[in-house]
């Protein structure tokens, strides 16, 4: 198993906005051992970016789906890159 740490950014489109997407988001990442943020993009979109070992970041994208969000998401494009270490708890931005 690879805990090696990774940072992943989602960006989800589809209707994300107004529905409560990034709460309930923010609400799932407690359950797991990753920190990161979540904000409405301007284009419609809205962006996760967390940190984490690569196992428990697929275990949280595939819970924020689960959490009822799934058919809110129409696609996600999903960009892993090395860890800025810059990220603490969870939270929203505006």
Known sequence: MNDERKRITVR????????GF????CSTAAGFDV??????????RVELV???SRAELEAFRQAVRDSG????IRDESV???APQGNL???QILR
């Open 12 to 19: 989800y489109s589809g209707q994300v906005q107004g529905v």
């Open 22 to 25: 990034r709460y309930s988001a």
């Open 50 to 52: 967390a940190e984490g």
């Open 79 to 81: 960009e892993w890159t």
């Open 69 to 72: 969000l799934g058919p809110l």
């Open 35 to 44: 920190c990161g943020s979540v904000r409405n993009l301007a284009d419609g």
């Open 88 to 90: 603490r708890g969870f």
